[in-house]
């Protein structure tokens, strides 16, 4: 008996969806933040749910890798 194998694409076999990660409780998701004209360079940082970048003390946005 032949066994057939999922489609990738099909909604039941793919796993649950990434948790959104919190700081200081509030929802964060990713975003492509571009700092080139500052000197800053180019990474996925963090926004809050109402837009704004989560940044540090010195201003600069925190990457989301590290939340």
Not at 42 to 51: F, M, T, V
Not at 56 to 67: A, F, N
């Amino acid at each position: 008996m032949l066994k057939t194998s999922q489609s990738k694409n099909d909604p039941s076999a793919r796993g649950p969806a990434q948790q959104l990660k919190t700081f200081e409780g509030k929802k964060v998701k990713p975003t492509l933040y571009v700092g080139t004209a500052v000197g800053h360079g180019r990474y996925i940082a963090a926004q809050d749910e109402s837009g704004k970048l989560v940044c540090d003390r010195d201003g600069r946005p925190i990457p989301y890798r590290e939340i």
